[in-house]
């Protein structure tokens, strides 16, 4: 068994759960921990985040990612799904390595339930922006501006090509609160695309 009787749903509950495995507070061994549902760590509300663990859930949807270990054969294989730290939402099961592959669908429709609409906001074009444009006020207000109204305050990510394929989704952290979401440069998006790879490489 992975988890106890009655397994919750949600982000919360799910993480809780996960801890109680962890601490022994079930009848399940401790080791079987990670193979319940439980907040990737680095992600908003799971291990190693340090945006904090707020009790209360906020007033709009905050996207996680929720992973599992299953055993296959001899190994074990992770299980990704999205999920919600404010509500009960979660996303369809994506098996991957956990490199791009399983986890970044899963925060995608995490952005989804959170953010419809996300892949329509103007995108970071080259390596350097993803650190210099959120410092710099005025191109900072200039790409937010396009933003629709209250997304920036509620963690709406940045969205950012992509240095190669399946390059992982950043999760955000208390220096920057907020997703970044590296998405496929749209084919043919930039005339001068000789310039555009060595600002990409
Ligand atoms: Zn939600």
Redesign the pocket.
Known sequence: MTAPTAEPTGARARQTLYWRVRNGRTPEPTESAPRAWHIRHGHPGGEYSDLGHDLDPSGH???TLLTRSRPTGRREAEEFRGG??????EGPVHRGDGYGDGDNQAVEEAHD??FPGWRTLPPLTTVEDRSALPRDRGRWAQLTSRYPSGWLDQGAPLVAWSRHRREVHAPPHRGRPRYELRVLRPPGSRANRTADQEALF
């Open positions: 949807h905050v996207p919600c730290l404010a509500c009960g939402w339930h959170a």
